[in-house]
């Protein structure tokens, strides 16, 4: 079975904190990786995709390490509208995503 | 507006009732999706469209659900003879597909099922 494993967390951290998330998946052919946010009650939204050479997006880092198949965010910084649930999502193909179940992060002033 | 919109966004229907969905896609986006998310759970892959062309299900659609795309416009998802575990918030994203290029999946904001 094609599966997405994260730590469920949550991920308790202070304002300025700098946290990381990462993400295991189990198909090795897998061709694109990104990362969603997803707010309580609210749909999924794209935070950024994950390329193989890693990319950074202001605060947000991403890492793809295909070799060990798993798929690493960092968040410096971290605001208190950080607070969501991450979720790690892998598209085997060029059609479906397989998500994970989503890393909780909770930020506190 | 011009993101993905699903309608209703909450509907609450007795066991054994059936039930229709709407999603409107993101106008030039080709491909359309069908999700469903339950508590704690990421969104899980239900069906595809590729215009108006169903092109991958999911063996969580069982024979109740039927999902439609007649002009690759706008789509429709209906449960039959609904269950309590069919209780959930069901998704549509879509996206746009330009030769072997997938782009990102724009979700709409779900509609909240609640099988009483």
């Known amino acids: 079975r094609k599966e997405v494993e994260q730590d469920p967390g949550p991920f308790n951290v202070p304002e300025g904190a700098t946290v990381a998330f990462n993400c295991t998946y189990s198909?090795?052919?897998?061709?694109?990786f990104f990362w969603y946010r997803q707010d309580c009650r609210k749909e999924p939204k794209l935070l950024m995709s994950?390329?193989?050479s890693g990319n950074e997006d202001g605060r947000f880092t991403a890492q793809l390490n295909r070799a060990s198949q798993y798929i690493s965010l960092l968040i410096r910084d971290s605001k208190l509208s950080d607070s969501a649930t991450y979720l790690c999502?892998?598209?085997?193909?060029?059609?479906?995503?397989?998500f994970g179940k989503g890393t909780m992060l909770l930020v506190s002033p | 507006d011009t993101g993905v919109s699903q309608d209703p966004r909450h509907k609450i229907t007795k066991r054994g009732q059936n039930v229709t969905f709407r999603c409107d896609p993101i106008?030039?986006?080709?491909?359309l999706y069908w999700y469903r998310q339950t508590l704690g759970q990421g969104p899980e892959f239900l069906t595809y469209?590729?215009?108006?062309?169903?092109?991958?299900k999911s063996r969580l659609l069982s024979d109740r659900f039927s999902a439609e795309r007649p002009k690759g416009s706008f789509s429709t998802l209906e449960i039959q003879r609904t269950e309590q575990g069919d209780s959930a918030m069901y998704l549509c994203?879509?996206?746009?597909?330009?030769?072997?290029?997938?782009?990102?999946?724009?979700f709409g904001p779900g509609t909240r099922l609640t099988v009483t």
């Open positions: 106008s030039e986006h080709n491909r």
């Open positions: 994950v390329y193989s």
């Open positions: 999502v892998v598209n085997e193909g060029y059609s479906t995503l397989t």
């Open positions: 469209f590729q215009n108006e062309a169903q092109l991958e």
């Open positions: 198909n090795s052919a897998s061709q694109s």
């Open positions: 994203a879509s996206s746009l597909i330009t030769g072997t290029y997938s782009y990102e999946q724009y």
